[in-house]
């Protein structure tokens, strides 16, 4: 089950009641009665936390000023419902969080008229035009909660380890000389050494090994080499979430589908060395977990810019706007003006690949195609046996979706990793 945030509050008449859950349509209908009853446990302000079943549920208990409820207060609980045990650091996190939320709705003078909703037709027109809006303010903010939730919580990507590990211009580096052939290991100390005299170079060893992006190959009794097993890029490719556009926002399409277009041919002229800086970067985008949220979120759609403020805090949305001037800096996204408002879209996606690297591809018979494979037992060549058990090779996939906006000659092979 994903993890859920759950907003519940008291009811005058009813007593305990969920008001609003994020994502939608997940809770379901008993866990939402017991989520709920949780409240009549708790007396003071304060965390706290509840076991049912498989299930743990994360509480905060708080209360708000209301000129409409009777002791002119409502009680409310945020929940955070879990099917995973979460280490205690986490845990203090998150109850960081909820207490940010229960101070935003006790700042909001008029946010209490949003729990009215039920009994909005019993209101004037005025009355009944904020408890629309504080509403839909409440659900933006758990929303927001639930995202903040998800960036500490939540497992890493395959691509966003990679990212983590080639984030360091070192191994970036190390591995992009070893990409042109194997080295003695010694010779690969002193370059290490000479080049990056701060850091360890046998735990960077160790630590490439353990990824099984290397293999030390020992020859006789007493030389090593270093072999690449794997080569790993980080490049742009044309978003799939333009495509979505031409039906729902024909005219958004036609304001982006020109810039994609001018980007890409931009993008052909570049040489190795600009190509090799700029994957650097990618891997720098993705490594870090607050830009790699807003490229997940853009991958599923557009964001509009104008209702941001809305949605987060004030801290939040600094963070988010300096991230996303980032993204725009290094053309992975665009600003567009459409029926008078701003919109955030992707320019450019990232993905993360895999192959051969250039020593190994050498050795290839030229006749011979990249083959879709999983992992297998191979050998380099006749007396110069690898003893590692398994090696990645590429699998070939097309992943243009928009026509002249690749490179032509680019047919990179993407890898789906075990």
């Known amino acids: 089950m994903k993890t859920i945030v759950v907003l519940s509050y008291f009811h005058r008449k009813i007593g305990p009641l969920v008001f609003y859950s994020y994502p939608r349509n997940i809770l379901e209908k008993e866990l939402s009665g017991k989520v709920a009853n949780i409240m009549d446990q708790q007396f003071s302000e304060g965390f706290f936390t509840h076991s049912f079943e498989n299930l743990k549920s994360m509480n905060y208990y708080f209360e708000i000023h209301s000129d409409w409820a009777r002791g002119n207060k409502e009680m409310l609980m945020v929940s955070i419902i879990l099917d995973q045990q979460i280490p205690l650091e986490i845990e203090e996190k998150i109850s960081i969080l909820c207490t940010e939320f229960s101070e935003r709705l006790q700042s909001n003078e008029e946010i209490f008229t949003a729990f009215y909703i039920n009994d909005i037709n019993n209101f004037d027109e005025d009355d009944q035009e904020n408890i629309v809006k504080n509403e839909s303010l409440i659900e933006a903010w758990v929303n927001n909660l639930y995202w903040a939730i998800i960036e500490d919580t939540r497992e890493k990507t395959e691509e966003e380890k990679i990212a983590i590990l080639l984030n360091d211009k070192h191994i970036f580096k190390t591995l992009e000389k070893l990409s042109k052939g194997p080295i003695p290991l010694e010779w690969l100390r002193e370059w290490y050494i000479e080049k990056f005299p701060e850091k360890d170079f046998n735990e960077i060893i160790d630590t490439l090994v353990d990824k099984q992006f290397i293999f030390i190959n020992q020859i006789g009794l007493v030389e090593k080499y270093v072999l690449l097993l794997k080569e790993v890029n980080a490049e742009r490719i044309p978003p799939d979430s333009v495509i979505e556009y ?93 029926n008078g408002e701003t919109y955030i879209v992707l320019k450019t996606n990232l993905q993360i690949t895999t192959a051969f690297p250039e020593w190994m591809r050498k050795l290839l018979p030229k006749e011979s195609e990249p083959v879709v494979a999983n992992k297998y037992s191979t050998k380099l060549k006749e007396g110069q046996e690898f003893n590692e058990e398994e090696i990645v090779l590429p699998i070939e996939e097309n992943k243009s979706n928009l026509k002249n906006t690749r490179k032509k000659n680019s047919k990179k092979k993407k890898i789906t990793q075990k």
């Open 246 to 338: 031409i039906d729902d926002k024909p005219e958004l399409i036609e304001l982006l589908l020109p810039k994609v277009q001018e980007y890409y041919s931009e993008y052909e002229k570049k040489t190795k060395e600009q190509i090799k800086e700029d994957a650097f970067t990618l891997f720098q985008i993705m490594a870090d977990s607050k830009k790699y949220n807003v490229l997940s979120e853009l991958r599923n759609g557009l964001i509009s810019k104008d209702k941001l403020p809305k949605l987060v805090s004030k801290k939040s949305l600094d963070s988010l706007m300096e991230n996303i001037d980032f993204l725009k800096k290094y053309d992975v996204i665009e600003e567009l003006n459409y």
